[in-house]
Nanobody, 125 residues
């Protein structure tokens, strides 16, 4: 059974940094693209970062580009999201996901069907 477990969330002041982690079990990540999503209260889930199985051409949503960095460690079956220069509008529950056929594009995503429980990130002063 495939499981995704996110961790590393918390509260941070604007301008601060957090690093989220996602442990994937039940399969090898070698052949999958991996991604991070977030969902703020009252809003739809948003795809914010995605990286292919060979680490090429990562995608970042406009809302996080040049502030967030997605990375992966296939040997550990881990996915990471380094979040810098945090803003109050980054407050959301963050989820990781994997896909063998999907991707994230500006404003939409496809091919993702399994989600972890998420980790809460709150940015406020």
């Amino acid at each position: 059974q495939v499981q995704l477990v996110e961790s590393g969330g918390g509260s941070m002041q604007p301008g601060g940094s957090l690093k989220l982690s996602c442990l994937v079990s039940g399969l090898s990540l070698n052949d999958y693209a991996v991604a991070w999503f977030r969902q703020a209260p009252g809003k739809e889930r948003e795809g914010i970062a995605c990286i292919s199985d060979n680490d090429e051409r990562p995608f970042y949503a406009d809302s996080v580009t040049r502030r967030f960095t997605i990375s992966r460690d296939n040997a550990k079956n881990m996915v990471y999201l380094q979040m810098d220069s945090l803003k109050p509008e980054d407050t959301a529950v963050y989820y990781c996901a994997k896909t063998s056929t999907g991707w994230i594009t500006s404003g939409s995503y496809y091919g993702f069907g399994s989600w972890g429980q998420g980790t809460q990130v709150t940015v406020s002063s």
